[in-house]
Every structure is written in C-alpha cells, then in structure tokens.
C-alpha cells in the first residue's frame, strides 16, 4: 500500500468512525425506549462501528510508521481511548446492574466515541 493512500484511508476512517458511532448510539437510545427498533440490524451497525475504531488505529499506526509522521498526544490519547471504550462497553454488556439498559450503554458509549472522534479532528 503506497503512503499517499494511507492517509486519504485514515481521513475517511474517522468520518465512518464518527458517522457510524452516531447512528449506532441515537439507534441504541432510541431502542432503549421504543422497544420496536430493537432489531437485529441495530447490532450490525454498532459492531461494524465499533470495528472502525479498530481500523483507525491500525491505518494510525501504519500511516506514523510507514511515513515517520510526528504524532501528537492528544491525538493518540484519544485514537485509544476509542479502544478501550469499545472494550469497556463489552465487558460491561452482561454485567448484572446493566439489566435491561444495555441499549442505554451502547447508545451513550456509541455517541462517546463518536465525540471522540469529532474531537480528534479539531486537533
């Protein structure tokens, strides 16, 4: 992969990365009270943006290596953070006091990581 393509990859990753984490969370909160959009493709959204967090920190990570970028602090303290709110989100989904608010968690989680993502293109 050439490096004048990593970056154009990287860009359009965090308008999936927040896009994607919009609609899954506004979907989430929105299931959690209408119990009618509680629907299998609610899950196929919300993993597939949970998956571009992962994607935006591997073409991150080879877009710093391949090119020898300076990254910033802040930018990759919030790239991780994404990663490890999507693994904080799964480890809480079968906890017994997220009984019946798992909609909850995944929309307020989902509109979080979507924030971090806005947040990194401020920087």
């Given at each position: 992969m050439t490096?004048?393509?990593?970056?154009?990859?990287?860009?359009?990753?965090?308008w999936a990365l927040i896009a994607?984490?919009?609609?899954?969370?506004?979907?989430a909160l929105g299931?959690?009270?209408?119990p009618a959009l509680r629907i299998r493709a609610l899950w196929v959204v919300v993993i597939a943006?949970?998956?571009?967090?992962f994607y935006q920190a591997i073409t991150g990570v080879?877009?710093?290596?391949?090119?020898?970028?300076e990254l910033s602090d802040l930018h990759a303290l919030y790239g991780f953070s994404a990663i490890i709110a999507v693994g904080i989100l799964?480890?809480?989904?079968?906890?017994?006091f997220m009984?019946?608010?798992?909609y909850l968690?995944?929309?307020?989680?989902?509109?979080?990581?979507?924030?971090?993502?806005?947040?990194e293109l401020a920087l």
């Open positions: 490096a004048s393509v990593l970056p154009s990859l990287h860009d359009g990753g965090a994607l984490n919009a609609a899954a969370g506004l979907w299931a959690h009270v209408r943006a949970q998956l571009v967090a080879l877009l710093v290596t391949s090119d020898d970028r799964y480890s809480y989904r079968t906890s017994p009984r019946d608010k798992e968690l995944y929309g307020l989680g989902c509109l979080f990581i979507m924030g971090l993502g806005l947040r």
